[in-house]
């Protein structure tokens, strides 16, 4: 696991952090890294920890044991407002009453600062995420994606160390969150704040972030950038949380460099990477790296027969089902303008793979 551990590291660290909540490890024995002015996801399923994690960074909640250090300084026991961390949620909570400039603005106010200082922050941020021009609006006068971007200006109006973000694009649709997530992204490239992001959405923790932790049970199972990840998980449940993903389960009969040989159903498979002959292992093979064929092809290192079990069009990409005899259904995504094959229920095909396209994961 690739936690970027460094003990001379300036940025965030989690130490040995656990939260319990009665027989309940929300947060179990957890360290971690987080350099600063990196973008890091902190992704999961519902209940698996993630929020709870961001909470005791914010200092909302208090780590039953270990602790969290900002650039080596010890911060578990500081409130909230001591820790001059950022904080946007999926539900805005941005003041009805306030126009746009006094939303932004209502931290500095907190803090007391002259409003002829205040001012020229206040309209720096709003330039910052492109809301100038609506500056004397009141909330219910924007769309969700404005006033998610005035939630963000508040968040960052007073240089915060670090902007935690919990799922803060949840209530926007699928349209106007991939805007903001493309604004988020060159917004934090600009700035070169830390970010730390919780979402579920495992599109959104791939497309944004420098890098991705996994969360499980409390746990961090994997963590490593983006492309890492989809490409190399190292368990099941990796592979099939971070995108969809086959899974077939095969004999070694054979070790040759890093080559192994396997036998699967009465099907002869070559895929690469290391184990003892005679052992059984699992491997992960994503839809969009598999063939499907109208003929059997030649010299490819996998195939197998198979009969199209269902087939629909997906976003200029056919996606099938295939029956095959010894490994089971397959599924697979084909570029539409590169498909051999017709998707048709019930027609005979062939699928292929090369022995580099799929990657052994530990089986959890």
């Given at each position: 696991m690739d936690s970027k551990q460094d003990a001379g590291v300036q940025g965030l660290t989690l130490r040995s952090v656990s939260k319990h909540y009665g027989n309940v490890r929300a947060v179990d024995d957890v360290d971690?890294?987080?350099?600063?002015?990196?973008?890091?996801?902190?992704?999961g399923p519902s209940g698996s920890g993630k929020t709870t994690m961001l909470m005791m960074i914010a200092g909302f909640a208090i780590p039953t044991s270990g602790d969290i250090l900002l650039?080596?300084?010890?911060?578990?026991?500081?409130?909230?407002?001591?820790?001059?961390?950022?904080?946007v949620f999926q539900g805005y909570a941005l003041f009805p009453h306030m126009t746009v400039a006094q939303n932004v603005g209502f931290p500095l106010k907190v803090r007391r600062m002259a409003r002829e200082t205040a001012q020229p922050l206040i309209e720096k941020t709003l330039d910052l995420?492109?809301?100038?021009?609506?500056?004397?609006?009141?909330p219910r006068q924007l769309s969700g994606g404005q006033q998610q971007r005035v939630a963000l200006a508040r968040a960052l109006v007073f240089a915060p160390d670090i902007l935690l973000l919990d799922e803060p694009l949840g209530a926007l649709d699928k349209k106007l969150r991939s805007e903001v997530q493309i604004e988020l992204k060159q917004l934090h490239k600009r700035l070169g704040t830390t970010f730390i992001y919780v979402t579920h959405d495992q599109e959104e923790a791939l497309s944004m972030s420098d890098r991705i932790a996994i969360v499980r049970d409390g746990k961090f199972v994997q963590i490593g950038g983006p492309g890492d990840l989809y490409e190399r998980?190292?368990?099941?449940?990796?592979?099939?949380?971070?995108?969809?993903?086959?899974?077939?389960?095969?004999?070694?009969?054979?070790?040759v460099g890093d080559e192994l040989a396997l036998e699967a159903g009465g099907q002869n498979l070559r895929q690469i990477g290391h184990?003892?002959?005679?052992?059984?292992?699992?491997i992960a093979l994503r839809p969009e790296k598999v063939s499907v064929h109208a003929n059997q092809p030649a010299g490819v290192d996998n195939v197998a027969p198979g009969v199209v079990e269902a087939s629909r069009?997906?976003?200029s990409t056919n996606h099938f089902i295939v029956r095959t005899k010894a490994l089971g259904s397959i599924r697979a995504a084909v570029r539409a303008w590169q498909s051999e094959v017709v998707p048709r229920e019930g027609l005979d095909v062939f699928v292929s793979w090369t022995r580099d396209a799929s990657v052994v994961v530990r089986d959890d």
């Open positions: 971690l890294v987080v350099p600063k002015g990196e973008f890091l996801t902190l992704l650039d080596q300084r010890v911060i578990t026991g500081l409130p909230p407002e001591k820790r001059n961390f950022g904080m995420v492109q809301l100038g021009h609506l500056r004397d609006r009141l998980p190292d368990s099941r449940f990796v592979a099939d949380f971070l995108g969809d993903s086959n899974f077939m389960t095969g004999k070694v009969i054979g070790q184990a003892p002959v005679g052992s059984e292992v699992l069009y997906f976003c």
